[in-house]
Structure formats: structure tokens, C-alpha cells
């Protein structure tokens, strides 16, 4: 399967009053309004968490991905559809130069349960999160470059 910004996002549109199962994420500490958001869903386990998109579909594994411009004004919340209630991880870019990947000195990152960031990335166990067969609801806080390290904005 050919490597492409669109895998998952067809699986994770969310409908119009979306019941579930799916993740309503509420977004906190933007640095900025520029460029877009990239929501992405995996399995809750070290393997799979942050793997190539492609390989995760070829094995037939959860993924779900959800790209929107970052809203002007106002809150900012992003719906994706799960396949089922179940324990995932998820993953936040803010990705303000509109490359699609994540820089370090550019790009805000962010992640479910808000682990304290360090150099490489979280393990699952402590992102994962338990969705029911409803809207689950989280807040993630964005981590941008601060200093020597990546840390929420003060």
C-alpha cells in the first residue's frame, strides 16, 4: 500500500452528532493560530504506538487519523471515530509549517494523558486510554520547544 497523507482519515471522520464510539479531544496551550492539527489514533502497545501508518493498516491494527487548519478563534476540539470501545493511544501534532511532520523547533506535540515529554517518544502504558462505545472526552495540552527540551508553553 503507497504511503499517503489520507490513510485513516476516511475511517476517522467523524459524522455530524457523532454518538460514538469515538474521541472528542479539547485542545489546550496552542502556541499559536497557524497551520493545521493532525489527530492520529493507534493500538495502545510500544509496537504499534506512533508505527508507519501502513504497516498498522497491513496488519489489519487500528488507525485513525483527523486533519483540520487550526481554527482562527475560539475553542478548539477535534472528533475522531474509533473502531470500538477499547484501550488506544493518541497522538497531537501542531503542525504550524505545514509539512506534515513533526520538527521540534517549529511543531507543538501533544498526547493523550499528557505525559511529561522527554527526547524520545512516551510509552504507550503512559498514553493509553480507555474509550467506551460513546463520545469519550479528553484534553490534551500541546508541548512546544522549550529551551533544551519540549515542554508545555508557561
Not at 497531537?92 to 504550524?96: F, T, V
Not at 490534551?140 to 522549550?146: A, E, G, L
Given at each position: 500500500m503507497p504511503s499517503s497523507p489520507d490513510l485513516g482519515k476516511k475511517?476517522?471522520?467523524c459524522r455530524t452528532g457523532e454518538h460514538g464510539p469515538a474521541l472528542l479531544v479539547?485542545?489546550?496551550?496552542?502556541?499559536?493560530?497557524e497551520g493545521n492539527l493532525k489527530l492520529e489514533v493507534y493500538p495502545a502497545t510500544d509496537t504499534d504506538f506512533l508505527a508507519d501508518d501502513n504497516l498498522l493498516l497491513a496488519a489489519g491494527k487500528v488507525f485513525r487519523r483527523v486533519e483540520v487548519p487550526v481554527p482562527g478563534a475560539g475553542p478548539v476540539e477535534l472528533c475522531i471515530r474509533l473502531p470500538g470501545p477499547g484501550t488506544y493511544a493518541a497522538s497531537?501534532?501542531?503542525?504550524?509549517d505545514g509539512n506534515r511532520k513533526f520538527g521540534?523547533?517549529?511543531?507543538?506535540?501533544?498526547?493523550?494523558?499528557?505525559?511529561k515529554l522527554g527526547w524520545s517518544k512516551p510509552k504507550a502504558a503512559k498514553v493509553a486510554f480507555a474509550a467506551g462505545p460513546g463520545?469519550?472526552?479528553?484534553?490534551?495540552?500541546?508541548?512546544?520547544?522549550?529551551?533544551?527540551?519540549?515542554?508545555?508553553?508557561?
Open positions: 475511517e476517522g471522520q479539547s485542545v489546550a496551550g496552542l502556541k499559536d493560530r497531537l501534532l501542531h503542525d504550524r521540534w523547533r517549529v511543531d507543538g506535540i501533544g498526547f493523550s494523558s499528557n505525559p463520545l469519550t472526552r479528553l484534553s490534551i495540552v500541546m508541548n512546544y520547544r522549550s529551551g533544551l527540551g519540549v515542554a508545555p508553553l508557561r
